[in-house]
């Protein structure tokens, strides 16, 4: 092994763990605030991801999984940032101006792996994502071949009153290895009441077999969803890449999509 690829190791292995103290700090942080408040988004309960059929997954996502998440948390301050620096900048010029030492020692480390002129050039694309700029900055791969269809989309009951709760089950096959994408369930309210909701899933390096996510959607009326009769869209979909930013990041690809729906009753 080469001294650039002995380099290359070990900063990666240094923001694995500090990504990963990060995601940690992160998820207390947002523990205490879904804590402190009723109003909470609307997202699916009881989640979960289960391979069905193919060969078990090797290696590890989680260096990709923890960059993804540190920019979901700060790539709006990065952007921020580099717009007042410019493009004459450092890796310290931006990252010390992130408002915590440990998100300062995560961008460091990450600007140490793209350079400081690959980590401005993945944040200064068009309405960036956090998947996208962990792709262009090399820490999440890419694929130009992945494929995937989902086979099916079940929502059980199919109608019920305020309060019920639905379970929701989606079945997709991945035909060819993705890279990194997304897995997203969206709730489409019915007339226009509200805002789409749902959740979406990171998937990295998954390999060809078949998979099923699984949820349950409480429909208790809150604040940002009256779930008020009507009937509601459901809609599946598998991407490589994030999801709707297809068309503006040449990596992302829509792989598969599928709708249903259910009935709240009076």
Same mark, same amino acid.
């Given at each position: 092994? @080469?001294?650039?690829?002995?380099?290359?190791?070990?900063?990666?292995?240094?923001?694995?763990?500090?990504?990963?103290?990060?995601?940690?700090?992160?998820?207390?942080?947002?523990?205490?605030?879904?804590?402190?408040?009723?109003?909470?988004?609307?997202?699916?309960?009881?989640?979960?991801?289960?391979?069905?059929?193919?060969?078990?997954?090797?290696?590890?996502?989680?260096?990709?999984?923890?960059? *993804?998440?540190?920019?979901?948390?700060?790539?709006?301050?990065?952007?921020?940032?580099?717009?007042?620096?410019?493009?004459? /900048?450092?890796?310290?010029? *931006?990252?010390?101006?992130?408002?915590?030492?440990?998100?300062?020692?995560?961008?460091?480390?990450? @600007?140490?792996?793209?350079?400081?002129?690959?980590? *401005?050039?993945?944040?200064? *694309?068009?309405?960036?994502?956090?998947?996208?700029? @962990?792709?262009?900055?090399?820490? @999440?791969?890419?694929?130009?071949?992945?494929?995937?269809?989902?086979?099916?989309?079940?929502?059980?009951?199919?109608?019920?009153?305020?309060?019920?709760?639905?379970?929701?089950?989606?079945?997709?096959?991945?035909?060819?290895?993705?890279?990194?994408?997304? %897995?997203?369930?969206?709730?489409?309210?019915?007339?226009?009441?509200?805002?789409?909701? /749902?959740?979406?899933?990171?998937?990295?390096?998954?390999?060809?077999?078949?998979?099923?996510?699984?949820?349950?959607?409480?429909?208790?009326?809150?604040?940002?969803?009256?779930?008020?009769?009507?009937?509601?869209?459901?809609?599946?979909?598998?991407?490589?890449?994030?999801?709707?930013?297809?068309?503006?990041?040449?990596?992302?690809?829509?792989?598969?999509?599928?709708?249903?729906?259910?009935? %709240?009753?009076?």
């Amino acid at each position: 092994m @080469c001294i650039r690829d002995r380099y290359q190791r070990r900063v990666r292995d240094q923001i694995f763990h500090s990504t990963k103290m990060f995601a940690v700090v992160c998820f207390l942080a947002l523990a205490a605030v879904a804590s402190a408040t009723v109003d909470v988004p609307v997202a699916l309960t009881d989640l979960t991801i289960t391979q069905i059929s193919g060969p078990p997954q090797v290696g590890s996502a989680e260096e990709c999984e923890l960059c *993804v998440e540190f920019m979901g948390q700060a790539l709006n301050n990065l952007i921020n940032i580099i717009a007042q620096v410019g493009i004459g /900048g450092t890796c310290a010029d *931006v990252c010390s101006k992130l408002p915590n030492g440990l998100e300062a020692k995560v961008c460091d480390i990450l @600007c140490e792996i793209a350079g400081i002129e690959g980590l *401005v050039k993945a944040l200064s *694309v068009i309405d960036p994502t956090p998947i996208n700029v @962990c792709q262009d900055i090399t820490i @999440c791969p890419k694929s130009s071949t992945a494929a995937a269809n989902i086979t099916s989309l079940t929502v059980s009951p199919k109608s019920g009153r305020q309060g019920t709760t639905f379970a929701v089950d989606m079945v997709f096959q991945v035909i060819k290895k993705m890279g990194t994408g997304q %897995i997203v369930l969206e709730f489409v309210p019915p007339n226009g009441d509200g805002q789409p909701f /749902g959740s979406g899933n990171l998937l990295v390096e998954t390999a060809p077999g078949i998979y099923q996510i699984k949820g349950n959607l409480q429909t208790m009326p809150n604040k940002q969803e009256p779930f008020n009769p009507g009937q509601f869209g459901v809609v599946g979909a598998v991407c490589e890449g994030t999801c709707g930013s297809q068309g503006k990041h040449p990596d992302a690809r829509l792989l598969s999509q599928r709708q249903t729906s259910f009935s %709240i009753t009076q």
